[in-house]
């Protein structure tokens, strides 16, 4: 699947989310995405790397305010390297 913001720039990725009804587990992604951000749960090297634009993540969910986040690693198929948990300040 294409990244998120791929999708949400093309149209016709819109139109296949909706066909294949990924829209809400993607808004979820980013709804978890942003929960994360706002709580203030990656430190200073995370967001380097994740400024970095030749790198992917996933981000899941490992209880109330906290997330283990993964780097993608791309082989076929795709598979999840080590995770890194991150969690929510205050």
Do not use: C
């Amino acid at each position: 699947m294409e990244s998120t913001a791929q999708l949400a720039a093309d149209p016709a990725g819109v139109d296949t989310m909706e066909k294949y009804g990924a829209t809400p587990a993607i808004l979820e992604a980013v709804r978890q995405w942003e929960t994360a951000r706002l709580g203030h749960a990656f430190n200073d090297k995370i967001k380097a790397d994740l400024r970095d634009n030749t790198r992917e993540f996933h981000l899941e969910p490992a209880g109330p305010g906290q997330w283990d986040l993964y780097p993608v690693v791309k082989l076929e198929p795709r598979a999840l390297g080590a995770a890194i948990r991150v969690v929510k300040k205050g």
